[in-house]
């Protein structure tokens, strides 16, 4: 019996997961630049409190603007011109991004676009960022998707998540490298450009990838290009199994003109609303203040960027691991519903400590921390860290990769990561209001925003617990049956026990 490459799959995968890396650096290099930005483009301002707070909010977060616009932009392009030239531009968009917003007045100093003028010119890259993150968050997982035998589906596409963590990580320990040894002055005048200009250099490789990999077959068929497909399909799956292949995927592609709600609404709700639970469990909170939060919690400047990258990135990281070799094992559903409720735990944990005074609060200019550390506090991260990662991460991902008919996957996707990347943009442009803001601090001490996360996290669970089917074992053409059952009221099969 003839088996498919599974070298070919394994490098195809291995491509592709460079835009899950980039979008894992490019997404998390904020963190070490924060202070940076409100003290070069807010602070010069000398705004009131309120608008101080939400001018900062908005040069941190700007970016998911341009994710939610990369992210509906996608679906068209993947349509048309194919998953890998999406994944090509997203590479080119990356490159030129990360140089300009590490240099805003480059170019622009000419029209007076200098110190804290240049904003406009930051925002404006940051969001072309935001368009190269929004657009490999969703062309890459489907890349993986279309690419991956049924029976490891699950695990492959988890590599796109682990990618993402891997860049996380890498990132966490190039700021903190980039800072190593330097004053607090350094990162306000030096370090925060060479972090954001960082990011050029697995860009580079993301676009060299996409030069060498193949169209998925899924696409080929979509485009009437049958022969390259059942050629591609050999390769991926063997010659025995590579005509069935062909022939659901043709079968399912006959409807691929119909509308977006041609298998109800269900199936996009589901979709949408996972992306949006992903993002107010406030994982991006977490992320993208992390340092800031190690500052609440007493660390010094360069202690907060170490702190950062070995309690989120490190432990972000084996965890992905963890769900890789379970998710296919266990489930999807059992994973959602366990990690949201570990989540829970621990920001409702966390809020009571800083409610308790238990962690202290602030940083002084000089880099100097203000108190000690609760090791409390930063176990409640690290558990807060291991539930997101073992669940909301990387199943996530696998789910939007596999609920959607092939008929409508392109749009579908497009929907549910543009709404994924509009609640993560509130999510963090809220963060700083909240945890800036003197009237709940007063009341709360900084915990006020981890309650509002834990309370979300329970809902989550929920959710899941409601609305969810499970896809585990489905091959992609079979999960179209599903909803085509749900919609019926018809009794739904079991998926195919894992082996």
């Not at 238990?358 to 807060?384: D, K, R």
């Not at 996530?396 to 543009?418: D, F, T």
Request: hydrophobic fraction near 55%; charge should be positive.
């Amino acid at each position: 019996m003839s088996k498919g490459n599974t070298g070919l799959v394994v490098a195809l995968t291995a491509a592709a997961t460079l835009g899950g890396l980039l979008f894992g650096y490019d997404t998390a290099v904020i963190s070490g630049v924060t202070s940076a930005i409100t003290h070069n483009f807010v602070a010069p301002r000398h705004l009131a409190e309120a608008s101080a707070n939400f001018l900062s909010g908005l040069a941190i977060s700007i970016a998911l603007i341009g994710c939610a616009i990369g992210a509906g932009l996608a679906g068209p392009i993947s349509t048309r011109i194919g998953r890998k030239a999406g994944l090509l531009i997203a590479g080119i968009l990356f490159f030129v991004s990360s140089l300009g917003a590490g240099y805003p007045e480059f170019i622009w100093s000419l029209f007076g676009a200098t110190g804290y003028q240049a904003l406009p010119a930051f925002l404006a890259y940051r969001t072309l960022a935001g368009m190269a993150i929004g657009m490999a968050s969703m062309l890459a997982p489907m890349y993986i998707a279309e690419v991956a035998p049924p029976e490891k589906r699950g695990m492959l596409v988890t590599f796109q998540q682990i990618a993402i963590v891997v860049g996380i990580m890498l990132v966490y320990f190039v700021n903190a490298g980039i800072q190593a040894g330097h004053t607090r002055a350094y990162l306000m005048t030096t370090a925060w450009r060479h972090m954001l200009a960082s990011a050029a250099l697995p860009a580079m490789l993301l676009v060299i990838a996409m030069l060498f990999v193949p169209e998925t077959p899924r696409f080929l068929v979509l485009k009437d290009r049958d022969t390259e497909a059942l050629s591609l399909l050999r390769r991926l799956v063997g010659a025995d199994a590579a005509q069935r292949t062909l022939q659901e995927i043709k079968g399912t592609l006959i409807e691929h003109s119909r509308p977006l709600l041609s298998f109800g609404v269900l199936v996009l709700v589901v979709g949408i609303l996972l992306s949006v639970f992903q993002q107010v469990v406030g994982i991006n909170a977490v992320l993208y203040y992390a340092p800031h939060m190690f500052e609440n919690m007493g660390a010094s400047t360069n202690q907060a960027l170490w702190e950062t990258a070995i309690f989120d990135g490190v432990t972000m990281t084996l965890f992905t691991l963890v769900a890789t070799f379970t998710v296919d094992r266990l489930g999807r559903r059992p994973l959602l519903i366990s990690g949201a409720l570990v989540m829970a735990a621990a920001m409702i944990l966390l809020g009571f400590l800083f409610d308790l005074h238990v962690v202290s609060a602030g940083v002084g200019q000089s880099g100097a921390a203000s108190g000690g550390p609760s090791y409390l506090a930063l176990a409640a991260v690290v558990l807060y860290i291991m539930g997101f990662s073992i669940s909301w991460g990387p199943v996530v991902w696998v789910m939007l990769a596999e609920i959607y008919p092939n008929a409508i996957r392109g749009k579908a996707m497009s929907v549910a990561v543009a709404a994924q990347w509009i609640m993560n943009f509130i999510v963090s442009l809220t963060f700083p209001m909240m945890d800036g803001s003197a009237y709940l601090n007063a009341r709360f001490n900084h915990g006020f925003a981890y309650w509002i996360y834990g309370a979300c996290s329970i809902l989550a669970a929920v959710f899941v617990m409601r609305f969810v089917p499970e896809t585990k074992g489905r091959s992609l053409e079979s999960i179209q049956d599903l909803w085509h059952a749900r919609r019926k009221g018809a009794t739904i099969a079991p998926a195919p026990a894992a082996k």
